[in-house]
């Protein structure tokens, strides 16, 4: 089998509205052989995979998948299925799957749902390799599959504590995303509603709360002024001081690196001269600082205050074992390594206990080796802290933390001036003051880790990642979402979006939108291209300022990548007509249609779906659309229009000239036709069509009668508001109109605007996307001619082809239609627009279907027409 194409679809797509893993594979040979004539291979399966008996499959029921196996299916549909469950043996629950024919024989589709990116697709890769020793009776190795599985789980998900805030904002409904793989760096919410944090560091974490945190001598010094108890201590330069220092507090002392973090150089209970030596060599390692500090006997405890309150507590315990009167200490380590609830690094509950130079001396000064029998009940520490990283336990006692001590954490907090702290309090009990028994703050942690909370040792779990949220976002009712409107069809996208887009700005709003051409932030481009697919929306939805985001969804994004978002407010749909067939096992208008309706399906619980009711592909797509639907129409007569609006539902229309609105019994008027420079005085049907469902939009998006008039009246097609889409000059005596139309819909909605301009010749330059059909390339240079008396064609995007193979498919289309006009190809587009400047004189209508809009704007402005021509196209 080989995989021909895999990719992460990250958002709603084609196939489903979660995140799905799509992979194109050939399974060769294995076409010829369905499961039911493998012997054996039900039980083959199970023996390696016993957990796959719960997959239900089409059956509905435990064992369902085994029994169609059993009964006959493809290797696409069993890796599939595989790949699934190889997922949930690492600990991602998933359960979506479904494997499609396509129109070549042996190739499938196969899509199943992924948790974590890299590990689906790997996921893949792994499900491949095993279906195919399955068919052809060789080894199975599923531990080794696991092991590299987790490898790449391990480098790539986020730590406990991040993952903690994140499905805490996922339960509110709140969006999120990685900004960033190679650490846990996330934001929260959409737009200026955004929040970023890494790690449990916030954007309000403050810079100087997390200096002083960082300086563990500055920490000590501003509590002690506080007077909350600190134990004694200094800061050493040198072993010569430490010697001092620890002299005169008096064994047994600390030592700890002035700056670090997980207890990485500490070393406690230090006794004499010759464990100060090594103990100061080992915290000198980590910084050239070394604190050496009154030893403070009790029990380890780490309090998290967030948002100047405290929600957790915890009392740690370093690494250890006890004895059972017959197993050695290595006996035993290895026993509590073997406990299920131990991982590497962050991985699980707790972490692996490895044996260092610090655990060795820790073992030596008990007088015990590794292969000491330890007695039953007997107690060995085999680190000197208590961080979970080093392989501690934690117990939860948030709920018996004395007022007194909980008020104490607080005023820590207050005083580091840190929104998200973690104080390491040595005491006896957190359940009396600390006046009253030996207790002192060693430590404070900006960014505390909060493993030991969600899912302590012993003891009851605690929400804190739920606390970082609801200091992020205080109000429970709030998703941390902006209005996002995504616009989609197959002609007039990119004038919707700019149109809606003006209509908010004008309203006030900050917008942030993307289009075929640009995106643009508070009517700044910030970057230049086609900017209609889902990395696009990420770039809207970041922008701190955005108050509104706008954009254009094409088809090959929803295919390559899905939506690049989870849910949109406002969904339109603008039109389905044929364009980019063949491409994605898209080949009907049909297929088609249903890859559109995946943005009206996105729509957000009471968003609303805009929707052309004079297309039947777009009308019918209402039973996909979520949310409210408003209609636009430009027949004011539409029997489909007329029963919406007797149901109370909402139509915009053309009626008298005027654009209107219309609900129930009530027609209330927008703005003339004639009014809105972009319909050319209504000659621009398409236009109309256009502001119908801006201004729909508009509405939906809560903008007044008042304030979608004005928009309308204002938006004008010009290069400075709609560029390359409708733009109209005129130089000296030669009208030019510069559109986009690549497809035969778009030049004959265009041929009604270019028709109703008065013209002596209509001379077009045109270049189309190398991937498009061959009928649909000829059939467009047919329309070309049909429209103009002079066309030269360019190729500037063979999109897969050899250069000039689309330019002379349209040629050969704009002959075989047998018009008067004169056709020629010039492969070059500024060739080309050179060419028809030269054949233009006064009178002439210049129709430019090109790229470079700037460029050749200011040809042609240069340029003085002759009265005459000679040659060229006519």
């Not at 501690?392 to 001036?417: K, L, N």
Request: glycine share 10%; charged share 25%; net charge negative.
């Amino acid at each position: 089998m080989e995989i021909l194409e895999q990719r992460a679809l990250r958002g709603p797509n084609y196939y489903s509205r979660y995140l799905t893993v799509f992979m194109r594979l050939d399974i060769g040979d294995l076409e010829e052989r369905p499961s039911d004539t493998v012997a054996g291979i039900v039980d083959d399966l199970f023996a390696v995979m016993p957990s796959i008996y719960e997959h239900r499959c089409t059956e509905g029921v435990p064992g369902g998948f085994l029994e169609r196996l059993r009964r006959g299916t493809w290797a696409g549909h069993t890796v599939e299925h595989v790949a699934i469950e190889l997922q949930n043996l690492i600990g991602f629950s998933v359960g979506y799957g479904k494997t499609l024919d396509t129109d070549e024989t042996g190739v499938y589709n196969v899509l199943y749902r992924y948790r974590d990116e890299a590990c689906g697709l790997a996921a893949g890769v792994e499900a491949v390799d095993m279906v195919d020793r399955l068919y052809n009776k060789r080894e199975i190795d599923l531990p080794a599959a696991l092991v590299r599985l987790k490898a790449v789980r391990d480098a790539h998900m986020l730590g406990p504590s991040t993952n903690a805030i994140v499905e805490a904002a996922k339960a509110r409904g709140i969006p999120w995303r990685r900004l960033s793989e190679e650490n846990s760096y996330v934001q929260f919410g959409q737009g200026y509603r955004r929040r970023c944090i890494q790690a449990t560091v916030t954007d309000g974490t403050g810079l100087i709360g997390h200096g002083i945190a960082d300086d563990k001598q500055w920490t000590k010094q501003i509590l002690e002024d506080a007077g909350v108890p600190v134990p004694k201590g200094w800061v050493c330069e040198s072993f010569e001081e430490a010697l001092e220092a620890a002299r005169y507090i008096g064994y047994p002392v600390v030592t700890k690196p002035l700056i670090g973090n997980h207890g990485r150089g500490v070393s406690t209970d230090i006794g004499d001269d010759a464990m100060l030596r090594e103990a100061y060599d080992a915290a000198g390692s980590k910084h050239g600082s070394v604190i050496v500090e009154q030893y403070m006997r009790g029990e380890d405890h780490r309090l998290l205050v967030i948002d100047g309150k405290l929600v957790a507590a915890a009392r740690r315990r370093p690494a250890h074992v006890t004895g059972d009167g017959a197993s050695t200490l290595q006996q035993l380590i290895d026993r509590e390594n073997a406990d299920p609830r131990r991982g590497v690094g962050h991985e699980n509950l707790l972490t692996l206990i490895q044996l260092d130079e610090q655990s060795h001396r820790l073992i030596a000064a008990q007088e015990l080796t590794l292969e000491s029998v330890i007695p039953k009940g007997s107690v060995v520490f085999l680190k000197s802290t208590a961080n979970l990283s080093t392989g501690g336990s934690a117990t939860d006692v948030t709920d018996s933390v004395h007022p007194e001590v909980r008020y104490v954490a607080e005023r820590c907090a207050r005083f580091i001036g840190l929104d998200v702290i973690g104080i390491d309090l040595v005491a006896e009990t957190l359940s009396r003051p600390l006046e009253e028994q030996s207790a002192g703050v060693v430590e404070v942690n900006a960014g505390p880790g909060f493993r030991m909370h969600i899912a302590p040792t012993h003891g009851e779990g605690r929400d804190v990642g739920k606390a970082v949220v609801d200091m992020l976002y205080p109000d429970p009712a709030d998703n941390a979402r902006i209005p996002v409107t995504a616009v989609t069809g197959t002609n007039g996208k990119t004038t919707t979006v700019r149109l809606i887009s003006h209509l908010l700005r004008h309203a006030g709003r900050q917008v942030g939108m993307a289009c075929t051409g640009s995106i643009e932030i508070d009517n700044h481009i910030v970057l230049r291209g086609d900017y209609s697919g889902p990395q696009a929306a990420g770039v809207v939805l970041r922008e701190p300022t955005v108050e509104h985001a706008v954009l254009e969804v094409a088809r090959g994004g929803i295919m390559r990548r899905g939506l690049g978002f989870d849910e949109c407010d406002v969904g339109v749909l603008l039109n389905i007509d044929s364009d980019h067939l063949g491409e994605h096992d898209i080949h009907s208008l049909d297929e088609l249609a249903r890859c559109k309706t995946v943005v009206i399906d996105a729509v957000r619980e009471g968003g609303t779906a805009v929707l052309n009711a004079d297309d039947p592909r777009v009308f019918q797509a209402q039973e996909w659309a979520r949310g409210n639907v408003v209609f636009f129409t430009l027949d004011p007569d539409s029997s489909a229009a007329k029963a919406h609006v007797r149901e109370h539902g909402v139509v915009f229309t053309v009626n008298n000239g005027s654009i209107v609105m219309r609900q129930g019994n009530v027609e209330a008027e927008v703005i003339p036709v004639a009014d809105a420079p972009i319909t050319f005085d209504g000659h621009a049907r398409f236009n109309v069509a256009n502001a119908l469902a801006a201004a729909a939009a508009g509405y939906a998006l809560g903008l007044t009668p008042a304030d979608i008039q004005m928009g309308l009246q204002t938006f004008h097609p010009t290069r400075g508001q709609n560029p390359g889409r409708t733009n109209l000059i005129e130089a000296d005596g030669v009208k030019v109109l510069i559109d986009y139309g690549h497809n035969v819909p778009a030049l004959l909605a265009l041929d009604q605007l270019v028709s109703s301009l008065p013209a002596r010749r209509r001379i077009a330059v045109a270049s189309v996307p190398g991937n498009r059909r061959d009928r649909d390339l000829a059939e467009l240079g047919g329309q070309l001619a049909r429209m103009h008396d002079g066309v030269f064609i360019c190729d500037t995007d063979p999109r897969g082809r050899a250069v000039g193979e689309a330019a002379d498919m349209v040629y050969r289309g704009a002959q075989a239609a047998q018009t008067a006009s004169s056709v020629e190809v010039v492969l070059d587009e500024h060739d080309a627009v050179g060419r028809a400047l030269d054949a233009a004189a006064e009178g002439d209508l210049l129709v430019l279907l090109i790229d470079d809009i700037d460029g050749t704007i200011e040809r042609v402005k240069a340029r003085s027409f002759r009265p005459t021509i000679d040659g060229g196209a006519g």
